[in-house]
């Protein structure tokens, strides 16, 4: 069965840094795209970072510069490096991919805050 863990969230002070893993069971991870959103409270959730299997990854303007998705293909996890981070970044995160049906993840809370 497939399924998506996220880890990694917590509290920092704006111009901090987090790293979020998202694990991964039962998926192609070589042939599946993954792609990271965030859930900000009373928002849409909205679209982070997408990677594609043939390693292009695409960010969100307000992320460019700041954030970095990679994928680890031995041992299946997806990671998300967030710098420089704004209190405008504080939401949930969610891991999510595509196979006939959505899969999400249980999300991973970050909140950035003096």
């Known amino acids: 069965q497939l399924r998506l863990v996220e880890s990694g969230g917590g509290s920092v002070q704006p111009g901090g840094s987090l790293t979020l893993a998202c694990a991964t069971v039962g998926v192609n991870f070589l042939l599946d795209e993954f792609s990271w959103y965030r859930q900000a409270p009373g928002k849409d959730r909205e679209l982070v970072a997408q990677?594609?299997?043939?390693?292009?990854?695409k960010y969100a303007d307000s992320v460019q510069g700041r954030f970095i998705a990679s994928r680890n293909n031995y041992k299946n996890i997806l990671m998300l490096q967030m710098n420089s981070l704004k209190p405008d970044d504080t939401g949930t995160y969610y891991c999510?991919?595509?196979?006939?049906?959505?899969?999400w993840g249980q999300g991973t809370q970050v909140t950035v805050v003096s």
């Open positions: 999510y991919t595509f196979r006939t049906n959505d899969y």
């Open positions: 990677t594609f299997k043939e390693g292009t990854i």
